[in-house]
């Protein structure tokens, strides 16, 4: 098992070595002369070659390759254009709305999404496995921001139970906090979850078929227990990996979902730095993704060794 894991933690090395290239390249690939779009229509060419000097464009690509991964490799991704801040610092500020967003979002769609599914495949080809196919349909078929323009509407609007936008740092109060997280949750976790549930429900289903289960029945053993126990603990790995492959996606979805309802986190950072061209903050967030879903994929690979034994490639 440690041979396993340490081959996957190898593994990572490449893939963290072509994100780095592409994400620096991002800057480089731009059409048109960076620093003259930092200046705007207004720059003077003085103030173009100063934000060339100050950016490091003067010097040979790979010499800017090679300070750019040594300064991200200490934890430096550099300082704001225009907030004349650190990256680093920045992303301090706006990280908690974030995990939290996303802590919420998964425990949410966690707790719909396999019972969902479990019910589904237990009912195969009933009511109650058509109605859950097609809430995992619309879950596909609708935008977040569609999804969340709808929550506020009848939540906030109509029935004034939640509110509309914002965001309430957890140290302000749970109640307040989980109120200003409830919509951007669900809004957020609605493809989420009908993924889960469809993955689970294929998952459980095929378990079901197999010759332990129908022992297990014709010992008697009760629905709940087949199900969890049995069924579930089997069909573990598939579930396992969709479930870190949606929370490496939630990464890309908090863009729009934190722009939606006015959530200070990252995805505004990212969305604020795109509209003033603030590469530095561009480059430092894309990092910072890139290496959140590639842990988060090694630990997907991990857990098959403790779900399933029998893995050792």
Sequence with gaps: MVEYILR?????????AVVAIVVFSILHLTPGDPAAMIA??????????????????DRPIHEQFYVWLVNVSQGNLGVSIFSNK????????????????????TIVTVFLALPLGVLAAWHAGSLIDRSVMSFAVLGFAFPVFVIGYILIYVFALKLSILPVQGYVSISEGFWPFLQHLILPS???GMSFTALIARITRASVLE???????????????????????HALKNAAVPIV???????ALLLSGVVVTESVFAIPGVGRLVVDAILSRDYPVIQ????VFALVYVLINLVIDVSYVFL??????
């Design 86 to 105: 650190p990256v680093t610092e920045l992303l301090a500020q706006r990280i908690e709305p974030t995990i939290a967003l996303t802590v919420t979002t």
């Design 241 to 247: 990996t969709i479930i870190g492959v949606g929370i």
């Design 308 to 313: 399933d034994p029998r893995i050792r490639y």
């Design 284 to 287: 430092g967030v894309l990092i």
């Design 186 to 188: 669900f809004a957020l």
């Design 8 to 16: 996957r933690l190898l593994a990572t090395i490449p893939v963290l």
């Design 207 to 229: 378990v079901l078929s197999q010759d332990h289960i129908r022992t297990a029945k014709a010992k008697g053993v009760p629905t709940a227990p087949l199900l969890c126990s």
């Design 40 to 57: 705007g229509d207004q720059g003077t060419e003085e103030q173009i070659q100063q934000i060339r000097q100050k950016l490091g464009f």
